[in-house]
């Protein structure tokens, strides 16, 4: 998997750039993420844990990544319990916002000699 270094080429410009992108969509995928449980939505949750998987991935957050694997299986298994899923979106919410809280000082960082 291609880190945020590999796709920038570790110019401190181009990583400021991608980490707003990451805190935009970050935003979106809390939003989502409310929103499709409120509506018990497994399918459509399986694949937004997905897409963030990908990113978690990209900047090296395994423990976000490793909540998205979760709630992956979760949403996936025949029978899953309520209060099960209720936990596992809620750890995934609070890792979202640390998410969403490093890429924000990502983007603020000045690599400037």
């Known amino acids: 998997m291609r880190t945020i270094t590999d796709l920038t080429g570790a110019d401190p410009a181009r990583v400021r750039a991608l980490a707003h992108a990451f805190v935009?969509?970050?935003?979106?995928?809390?939003?989502?993420?409310?929103?499709?449980?409120?509506?018990?939505?497994r399918p459509a949750l399986r694949q937004l844990a997905h897409r963030i998987k990908g990113a978690a991935q990209m900047t090296g957050d395994a423990q976000l990544s490793r909540?998205?694997?979760?709630?992956?299986e979760a949403c996936a298994a025949p029978i899953s319990?309520?209060?099960s899923l209720d936990a596992?979106?809620?750890?995934?919410?609070?890792?979202?916002?640390?998410?969403?809280?490093?890429?924000?000082r990502m983007a603020k960082e000045d690599k400037s000699p």
């Open 24 to 41: 935009k969509a970050n935003d979106i995928d809390m939003l989502r993420l409310c929103e499709l449980h409120a509506r018990d939505d």
């Open 67 to 72: 909540l998205c694997s979760v709630l992956s």
């Open 81 to 83: 319990h309520a209060l």
């Open 88 to 104: 596992i979106v809620e750890q995934l919410g609070d890792a979202l916002l640390e998410f969403g809280a490093s890429c924000q």
